[in-house]
């Protein structure tokens, strides 16, 4: 249930026909996502914020490159 709800938080914050989410290892997700360097925060940050305002209490590590 707790992965449902994580998988639709990300998948309503991107861009449905440019962006790719990918879940693997059980808990981990992937997003690739074709956006301008400067703008990959704004990018995350919106993620974050929606997984944060979220009901269950996971822990959140973000990886950027």
Known sequence: ????????????SIRA???IVI???GE????LAKVKRE?????????????KLSSYPFKIFLNHN
Do not use: P, T
Not at 39 to 51: S, T
């Open 23 to 25: 879940r693997y290892g």
């Open 39 to 51: 703008d990959r925060f704004i990018a995350l940050n919106v993620i974050f914020k929606r997984l």
């Open 17 to 19: 026909k440019e962006d």
């Open 1 to 12: 249930k707790v992965l449902r709800q994580i998988s639709h938080i990300i998948l309503s």
């Open 28 to 31: 981990e997700f992937l997003i």
